[in-house]
């Protein structure tokens, strides 16, 4: 069975959980442990470099990477998004440590206007890894991010005749004012001759084109007639404002065993909603004037934020808006209809509105609540938060008379 997949602008995206052995470094006496696999392909998408794991056992099931490929239905007129590599260099080979395995690590050589996204292992010495192992990507879908801050492995005390140690590419904000291409984790590597760090002008990561395709609300405040008195608790003009469609890997680290059970559909709709809904309802049949009070807590709250990264792994605040907690990177180009600093609508707080209501009249308290939904691909609802939207109230009514 095939992974679900997605296409961004001209890049198919999916993601697999299986992967195929290349090398571990057992039996070299190194201080360090790890093993080097290969996402395996689905078809014509494959992945952007080798996994390192820093430990030995197997991983499929366990972790998971992209895949990613040519559209179909790539825009015309429009260089493909990715591209084979055109050859290989020799990074390093276990040679000399005595290990109880052979292997080298390569690094893929891109045609020009493309960009290779990870170091790739090979089983054996001499001979270069397929360039069908791997996708590169055309340069505008890629961009310059950071290593981990220390190396996933190095052969230090194998023995080898050359030094090298591993650093795993990740993902860095992209600002306040978020961005339409997004970073991705890659989850792949680069190559270090040495135990310093690897050389930064290969820490590229993917991006995703995701448009802005924000809808403003603009249902009217319903209106009140004798007829049509509401209550507490009725809602009205619900509408979606915007969704995002994104690899749960923006969200959640690659080993989230929830998402692995469901790594055939692997894609997470992230979505806005909002509506009017109706707070209180204050029906004065008498002669004389009622006054009434009205306590409205908006925002969100803490327990909700925490429960909303730890079910989802979507992060909200009034600081920074709304964010993958794993990617660290902003979708509030996305969640915005303009290019706003201000997130107060998330600011949890409260406000008390004191109220007359005259007699024979209808007064009813209408605030604008939002629903951000985490759901994923296969249906199931991971994380929803509902909330008033900060301060967003108004009256309504009629005369009962």
């Known amino acids: 069975m095939t992974n679900a997949t997605w296409d961004y602008d001209g890049l198919r995206v999916t993601m697999t959980s299986t992967f195929d052995w290349r090398w571990s470094d057992s039996g070299s006496g190194g201080k360090r442990s790890a093993t080097f696999f290969h996402p395996r392909a689905q078809g014509n998408l494959c992945a952007l470099g080798s996994y390192g794991n820093p430990a030995y056992g197997e991983i499929t099931r366990k972790k998971s990477v992209l895949l990613v490929g040519p559209s179909p239905n790539a825009p015309a007129g429009v260089a493909p998004a990715v591209a084979r590599p055109t050859s290989y260099t020799n990074m390093w080979s276990d040679s000399g440590s005595g290990g109880a395995n052979d292997g080298t690590m390569w690094r893929p050589i891109a045609p020009s206007g493309y960009v290779a996204m990870g170091d790739v292992m090979a089983t054996g010495y001499g001979k270069q890894p397929s360039v069908n192992d791997v996708w590169c990507l055309r340069s505008d879908l890629t961009r310059l991010s950071t290593y981990e801050a220390s190396d996933f492995w190095n052969d230090g005390s194998s023995g ?84 995002v469609v994104l690899p749960f890997i923006f969200y959640l680290p690659n080993d989230s065993a929830w998402n692995l059970a469901r790594i055939s559909k692997p894609f997470y709709t992230v979505s806005r ?37 730890h079910s989802a792994g979507v992060s909200i605040s009034a600081s920074y808006g709304i964010k993958g907690f794993e990617s660290s990177v902003t979708l509030n180009y996305q969640f915005t209809q303009t290019n706003s600093k201000s997130f107060t609508e998330y600011e949890e707080g409260e406000t008390t509105e004191s109220f007359v209501v005259p007699g024979k009249t209808v007064k009813v308290l209408f605030s604008k609540h939002i629903w951000l939904k985490a759901k994923a691909g296969d249906g199931t609802i991971a994380s929803q938060v509902e909330m008033v939207a900060n301060n967003d109230i108004h009256f309504g009514g009629c005369d009962l008379s």
């Open 273 to 309: 909603s909002v509506a009017w809904n109706v707070e209180g309802v204050w029906n004065n049949d008498s002669a004389g004037d009622l006054n009434r009070s009205k306590t409205i807590k908006w925002g969100i709250s803490k327990t909700q934020s925490e429960e909303m990264v």
């Open 160 to 243: 080898a005749d050359r030094n090298c140690s591993t650093w795993k590419i990740v993902t860095e904000s992209n600002g306040i004012d978020g961005s339409e291409y997004l970073p991705i984790p890659p989850y792949t590597f680069r190559v270090s001759q040495g135990y310093g760090r690897a050389d930064t002008s290969y820490a590229v990561v993917p991006l995703l084109k995701v448009p802005n395709a924000f809808k403003r609300f603009e249902f009217a405040l319903p209106t009140v007639t004798r007829t049509t008195i509401p209550s507490t608790g009725d809602q009205f003009g619900q509408q979606e404002q915007c969704s």
